[in-house]
């Protein structure tokens, strides 16, 4: 689209100057989370310091933490390309890290905490993006009657998987990201329920009630940004990355006045709104025709991307039956003691080895061997990249059938 066609939205001259007048005379946010309120399993570790504050201290976590590299080779969406300039979840998480610190920068809001969330909030993410958390799910839920859903598993790779010990605040934000569903109004809870305890209990309720989920709200404005950028930070960036694949040809019925039809307007123009509506507020608020537009966009998305054959169909035909196989080859080789087997091997040695800085993994209540084994299939697929996702199945089933083409760098044009 020519840049002239290009509509970028503003703040007001009364809120710019409202804000730049704040600024001048020290105004705090009142509904900011300020370092000192920060909660952690074990208080008596990860104390803050001057030069590594509560929240940095969580940022660190994040990035230091096992999984962190994998973000480089996981689908956002599109698995099947073998294209640099296709976005992964690695610039997904960090574009969602911006976004969110422009917002609450103009908010007044803890731009470490909003970092921390941001950057962890797809720890969990499985290999081949929402479909490969479609079908683990199913998996999971046929052999135990609970579900797989990604901003769950996230706060499970952070607190007990690995045990990093991060703040509570942190970890509900990350738990209430889910950016698939939208709101007009986020009113966090505060205190009123920012309890471990509360926590563990959403989370219970997660694996067992499909319906909890979309009305998750983090307990904190830091979460409630973040949770909008998320949803930012794909929309327009999924049409990008559609057209780079060559699945989408630039001339289709998208469709907005507001938040406009490409990657920078919508940044731009949700991001202008929400600060609008929401500076000096106890909420995030964004205009009803905003939101209205945000799920034709999403709805435009799925119609046009997410549901095209020519993605769905290599998914249901070759993604699908590989989850199926290597979950059941896993779960095999945990009830057979199969000490040679990768899921020991790869996994869950690397777990415990990395679990003894933090846990004494010789504490049988520590130890990873003795989880439930769907638990512990479950965390390793999860945890799987793409590549290996797929060498794996061809390593477990030499002769299997299934198979993931990729479209390569020099493909003719189609």
Request: overall charge negative.
């Amino acid at each position: 689209m020519p840049s002239s066609n290009l509509r970028y939205e503003a703040l007001s001259p009364a809120l710019q100057k409202q804000i730049v007048d704040d600024r001048s005379n020290g105004w705090v946010c009142p509904w900011r989370c300020h370092d000192e309120t920060a909660l952690r399993r074990d208080q008596a570790r990860d104390a803050a310091t001057l030069w590594r504050p509560a929240f940095v201290r969580d940022v660190e976590k994040v990035l230091h933490s096992p999984y962190y590299n994998r973000y480089t080779d996981k689908t956002q969406v599109f698995s099947f390309y073998r294209n640099d300039d296709i976005t992964r979840r690695a610039l997904h998480v960090q574009l969602v890290s911006r976004i969110a610190r422009n917002i609450g920068s103009a908010l007044g809001l803890n731009l470490d905490l909003i970092e921390a969330i941001a950057l962890g909030h797809d720890l969990g993410h499985t290999p081949f993006g929402h479909a490969g958390e479609e079908y683990l799910s199913h998996l999971l839920y046929k052999e135990t009657g609970r579900r797989f859903n990604h901003n769950v598993h996230s706060v499970r790779v952070l607190d007990k998987l690995f045990y990093r010990n991060l703040t509570l605040q942190a970890l509900d934000g990350i738990l209430c990201h889910n950016g698939e569903f939208i709101h007009q109004g986020y009113r966090p809870a505060y205190l009123a329920d920012l309890t471990f305890a509360a926590l563990d209990g959403k989370i219970q309720t997660c694996d067992t009630d499909d319906t909890v989920i979309p009305g998750l709200i983090a307990n904190t404005l830091e979460g409630c940004v973040v949770r909008v950028s998320d949803m930012v930070a794909y929309l327009g960036k999924d049409r990008q990355d559609a057209r780079r694949a060559r699945l989408l040809q630039g001339d289709e019925p998208f469709s907005a006045e507001r938040i406009g039809m490409e990657n920078a307007e919508i940044i731009n123009n949700v991001t202008v709104n929400l600060i609008e509506n929401s500076y000096g507020k106890d909420q995030l608020r964004l205009d009803a025709e905003i939101v209205d537009e945000i799920r034709t966009a999403k709805q435009e998305n799925y119609d046009l991307i997410y549901q095209n054959e020519k993605i769905a169909s290599v998914y249901n035909e070759n993604i699908r039956p590989m989850f199926e196989a290597i979950y059941y080859r896993l779960l095999d080789d945990l009830a057979a003691d199969r000490r040679d087997s990768w899921v020991y091997r790869h996994h869950m040695y690397f777990v415990n080895n990395n679990r003894r800085y933090y846990v004494d993994t010789g504490d049988p209540a520590k130890d990873y061997a003795n989880e439930e084994p769907n638990q512990i299939v479950t965390d390793y697929i999860a945890s799987m990249t793409d590549d290996y996702f797929v060498d794996l199945y061809h390593n477990l089933f030499p002769d299997g059938k299934h198979d993931v083409r990729y479209t390569s760098y020099f493909d003719d044009e189609r």
